[in-house]
């Protein structure tokens, strides 16, 4: 059962302290997105990858965020130093260039 | 900037009656439209699409309406069931960007009452 995969689940941490998410695609998928799911924006794209090189990175604020992938089983959004407005869900999806997007389950981080 | 808007936060049904959750867009470039449903602590899943070229989509009690010149679109539930509680979002897809930049709405918290 093919799936995309987040981690961890749920994260708790201090206000300046550094957020790593992870998220393994669904194999094959060549395409990886960052969402944030807010009470009022809904589902914020953040950033994409096509084939690993990243496409568009507007929705995310440059200063204190990074999204990479290390290679095609790993993509990564780390926050330094994160602020408690950062408090979301984050999701990441997979898909193909001609598919909807499978999304994984998400990451709950809560910056106190 | 919300290119894509759920106007309505929640709704509320009756058990076997019909569901519709709408949505409406700005971008005369979207080219291609989907719904997910979203249940607590998951993630959104694929529920129906619809192509820019067709007008209707049916897929069991799911059917998706699209008003191209309204720049609106509407999902149908019928009828609705009790499983179907969840937050349902619309999304779109620029013209030539498949599998791109899926522009999501804010979601519509959707409740049927048994």
């Known amino acids: 059962d093919a799936r995309v995969t987040q981690t961890p689940r749920h994260k708790v941490t201090e206000m300046g302290q550094e957020v790593t998410m992870r998220c393994q695609p669904i194999l094959g998928h060549n395409t990886v997105f960052w969402y944030r799911q807010t009470m009022m924006q809904g589902l914020e794209l953040l950033a994409y990858?096509?084939?690993?090189?990243?496409?568009?990175d507007s929705g995310m604020p440059k200063d204190r965020f990074s999204a990479e992938m290390p290679d095609a089983t790993l993509a990564t959004l780390k926050i330094q130093p994160s602020e408690p407005r950062d408090s979301a869900v984050y999701f990441c999806?997979?898909?193909?260039?001609?598919?909807?997007?499978?999304f994984g389950q998400g990451t709950r981080l809560t910056v106190v | 900037d919300q290119q894509v808007k759920q106007n309505s936060p929640s709704l509320s049904v009756q058990e076997g009656r019909i569901s519709i959750l709408n949505c409406d867009y700005t971008n005369s470039m979207f080219d291609y439209f989907l719904w997910y449903k979203k249940y607590p602590a998951e993630g959104p899943t694929f529920l129906i699409s619809?192509?820019?070229?067709?007008d209707k989509n049916e897929d069991g009690r799911f059917t998706v309406f699209l008003n191209k010149s309204a720049k609106h679109l509407s999902l149908h539930i019928v009828p609705s069931q009790p499983g179907d509680s969840a937050v349902y979002f619309c999304?779109?897809?620029?013209?030539?960007?498949?599998?791109?930049?899926?522009?999501f709405g804010a979601g519509t918290i959707l409740r049927v009452k048994s």
């Open positions: 990858f096509r084939n690993r090189a990243p496409l568009d």
């Open positions: 999304a779109a897809i620029p013209l030539m960007e498949y599998g791109n930049k899926l522009v």
């Open positions: 999806a997979s898909g193909l260039r001609d598919t909807e997007a499978f």
């Open positions: 619809i192509s820019s070229i067709k």
